[in-house]
């Protein structure tokens, strides 16, 4: 895959300047041009037919939000209007920098926020523009209920925000912004995860909060537990039915 990548590399760079004839176009092209004399730049199409698709972001939950496609052929961006001065042409580079965040970066005027700022581009910031970007309208939820692998788990995610942590601090490190996703995978998100500093447990360690061998019954509220938030659940819509 990462030769692979090189060699793709290699071609946007080729096709830049013109040169057809590579041996490293989409293989039925490839045995086509074999040998031809140089082609005219009818080269832009293949190499957008690669990259219009890049998954340039994670797919889930913030979905495949970045589109080189609509970039360079809709809004007439060049190349070099983001590589390399605002992102490497490398997928994920931005993202292992660490700081690839609103709170870091976009929503003060780095990467995608160079331009995504009310004039070049629509913001990272209101709340109209969330949903142009992540697929979603990212209203963060008030309670969950884990019931995988085992029911029932509580967490207060409106009371972690309010005791001042970033949507960084757990988003996209540690969990997806999508309900359900650590649950799609309930072989990993099991106490050894968390003892070993994954999921929850990258805070809850015994120092920067309480440890996830401790205090079970805080995290885990049960069957009994569930039922009995279901039960008064049920009982508030029947008095507002009435
Ligand atoms: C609006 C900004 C923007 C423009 C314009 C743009 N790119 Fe990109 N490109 C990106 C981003 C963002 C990434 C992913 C970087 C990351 O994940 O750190 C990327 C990644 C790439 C990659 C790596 C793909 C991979 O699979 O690793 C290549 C190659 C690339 N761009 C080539 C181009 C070429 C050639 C053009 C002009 C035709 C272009 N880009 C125009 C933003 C842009
Ligand atoms: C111009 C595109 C864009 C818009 C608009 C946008 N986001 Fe994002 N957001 C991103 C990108 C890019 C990431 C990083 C994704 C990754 O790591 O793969 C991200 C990540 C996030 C994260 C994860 C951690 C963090 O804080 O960075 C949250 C939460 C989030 N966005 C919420 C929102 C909310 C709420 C809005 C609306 C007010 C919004 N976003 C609008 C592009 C956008
Ligand atoms: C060099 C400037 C520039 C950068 C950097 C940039 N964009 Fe854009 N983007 C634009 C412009 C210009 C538009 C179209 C204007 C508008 O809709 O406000 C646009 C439109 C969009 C759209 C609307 C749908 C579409 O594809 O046309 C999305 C989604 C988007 N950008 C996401 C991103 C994300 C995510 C990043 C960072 C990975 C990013 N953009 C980086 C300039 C940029
Ligand atoms: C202490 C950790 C933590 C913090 C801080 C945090 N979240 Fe979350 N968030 C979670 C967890 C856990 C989930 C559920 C993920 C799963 O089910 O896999 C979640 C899910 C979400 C979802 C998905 C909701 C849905 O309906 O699919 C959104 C949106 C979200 N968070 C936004 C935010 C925003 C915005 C912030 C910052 C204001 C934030 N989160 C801060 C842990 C956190
Ligand atoms: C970014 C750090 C962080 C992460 C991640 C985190 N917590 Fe917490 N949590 C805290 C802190 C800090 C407190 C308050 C200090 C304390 O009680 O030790 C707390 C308190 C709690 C409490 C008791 C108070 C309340 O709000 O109910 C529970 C239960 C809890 N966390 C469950 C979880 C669960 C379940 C997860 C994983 C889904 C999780 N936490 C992930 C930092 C975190
Ligand atoms: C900080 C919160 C937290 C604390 C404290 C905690 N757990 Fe968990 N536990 C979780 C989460 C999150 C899951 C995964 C979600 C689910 O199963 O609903 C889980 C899953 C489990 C599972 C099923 C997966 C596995 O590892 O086999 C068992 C059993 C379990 N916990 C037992 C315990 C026991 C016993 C304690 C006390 C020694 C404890 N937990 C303390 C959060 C916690």
Redesign the pocket.
Known sequence: MKGNKNVLLALSLTLAVGFAGTTYLVADETKDQKGAAAQPAASTPNLLDYLGDTKVISVEPVRQMFSHRSHVVQHKLACSDCHTGIFERKWGAARDKGDYTHADAFDQGQYCGVCHNGEAAFATVGEDNCMRCHDSNMIAPDT?Y?QKPVRT????HK??VD?G?KCA??HMQ??DTRMGA?EEQPEKFIMQA?YDGK??????NGE???ASDT?CT??HIGVRGDERRLAKAADKNKQKAQ
Request: aromatic share 18%; net charge negative.
């Open positions: 969950i884990f788990v509580v967490f207060e009371d972690h005791m942590m601090d757990c540690l969990f650590a968390l999921y929850c447990g990258a805070c809850h920067a909060a309480f205090r805080t995290c």
